[in-house]
């Protein structure tokens, strides 16, 4: 294994062109297998998870390959295989999307169960009841869900609760169905927008009739298309919380500050710098920063993805804060690192009224098992150790805290966040960050 060796303290200043979404990219090259016409994509961050999903469209019988720095072309033209084997899919937590272009292709799906970040429950029944709706026949058997659909059916789905994956899993589903799918209580994140501009670029017929309500009238075929991915908001966040905590003064190029509302105002709140130009985004340390309380929900409020740098932040602020998690229910396994590199956080569950609203996952499957929100008290000045990676958004929180840390931080695991992040050391060194690479075996990129 990888690891990378920090030595904190050195703020971080310059500009830093902001990568294509991770969230988005996954989905587009699986959006590219519901048709047999070639689909280029731009705009595209080199990734674990996009040598992933690579490898199974290649798998599956499909083509990837590089076509240029950050571009891609896919082609799935003929598919020699239906089923995504156990060793891909515990890579990732996008297998259970290939669903709809396998059915749509060949009418059967053979797909292990996806890995994936350990930070909670994934609501995957939610996925394969709204596919029932459609008209496949499900079957699991042990790790493995088998599917089956001569042609899957247009039919009305309402979620239980708020799903990304699930949302844009029944998208790709209903696009080549017969009829009229209306999806409730649906996911509007903009990663979910940018996919069905793309798909409707590929001439799907999908419309968002109100915030949580998607309508996708079937059509006979899709064709290929010439996309760019949008920038990435989790990239975002994660730099700009970088940046505060270094007490540095860095910009943002070919960002997406629109998309930012809800974490721009709380910065604002914290007496960080702001300011906004079109496509960038400069973000500064002037003042102490100031403790607030931040609760993680759905778009467009305050994303879980934004959760750990976020609260990595805050033990930087003065006075004491409170961050309560509603969405995954274990975001923050990674409190006993940063508890070592000193950070003040008391972990509790909150008094809440109606839980079952308020919390996004299945509180049946969690009887306060894990503490849903902290208390952090700051400032604190942290200190360097040794720390292990277990997810992707906390190895940035966790590689933020060693930015800041006095003394050398090594951090292992670091193939969790090399899934989410392009190229982070370099980009950061460049910005003044102290970090040296210490490589393992090398991994090769397969595309």
Request: some cysteine; overall charge negative.
């Amino acid at each position: 294994m990888s690891e990378w060796h920090i030595n904190g303290g050195n703020p971080l200043r310059g500009e830093i062109k902001i990568a294509g979404a991770k969230n988005v990219i996954v989905k587009a090259m699986i959006a590219g297998m519901l048709t047999d016409d070639e689909v280029r994509l731009s705009n595209v961050p080199m990734v674990r998870d996009v040598d992933t999903t690579s490898a199974v469209i290649r798998h599956l019988g499909g083509q990837v390959e590089k076509d240029g720095p950050n571009s891609i072309r896919l082609r799935a033209t003929a598919l020699a295989r239906n089923d995504i084997p156990v060793e891909l899919a515990k890579a990732t937590r996008a297998s259970t999307m290939f669903a709809g272009p396998l059915l749509a292709r060949g009418g059967e799906a053979s797909i292990s169960l996806p890995g994936g970040d350990p930070i909670g429950d994934r609501p995957l029944g939610w996925h394969f009841d709204g596919l029932r709706q459609l008209g496949a026949c499900v079957e699991q058997h042990h790790d493995t869900v088998l599917l089956q659909a001569r042609r899957l059916q247009g039919a009305h789905y309402r979620f239980p609760k708020n799903t990304h994956t699930g949302t844009e899993t029944l998208i790709m589903a209903a696009v080549l169905a017969d009829g009229l799918t209306t999806l409730e209580n649906a996911a509007q994140e903009p990663e979910v927008d940018n996919l069905i501009l793309m798909l409707n670029r590929m001439g799907a017929r999908i419309e968002r009739t109100h915030p949580r309500s998607i309508n996708i009238q079937g059509v006979d075929r899709l064709n290929g298309v010439d996309f760019g991915i949008m920038p990435d908001r989790n990239e975002q966040v994660s730099v700009s919380c970088m940046a505060l905590a270094t007490r540095g003064d860095l910009w943002l190029e070919q960002a997406q500050p629109e998309q930012l509302t809800a974490f721009l105002d709380l910065l604002r709140k914290m007496d960080a710098g702001i300011e906004v130009r079109d496509t960038a985004l400069h973000v500064w340390y002037h003042t102490p920063l100031q403790a607030q309380n931040v609760t993680t929900s759905p778009h467009p409020g305050f994303m879980t993805d934004w959760q750990p740098s976020m609260t990595t932040l805050l033990t930087q602020a003065h006075g004491t804060s409170v961050v309560h998690e509603t969405v995954f229910e274990r975001r923050f396994d990674y409190l006993d690192e940063i508890h070592q590199m000193g950070a003040r956080i008391e972990q509790f569950n909150p008094q809440v009224q109606r839980p079952e609203e308020v919390y996004n996952f299945e509180l049946k499957s969690n009887p306060g098992r894990y503490g849903h929100a902290v208390r952090v008290h700051g400032p604190t000045q942290l200190h360097g150790i040794r720390v292990v990676v277990r997810d992707v958004r906390a190895g940035a929180g966790l590689m933020q805290s060693a930015l800041m840390a006095q003394g050398k931080t090594s951090i292992l695991g670091v193939e969790h966040i090399e899934r989410g992040y392009e190229n982070l050391v370099e980009r950061l060194s460049e910005l003044g960050a102290d970090i040296r690479k210490i490589s393992g075996p090398r991994l090769e990129s397969v595309i």
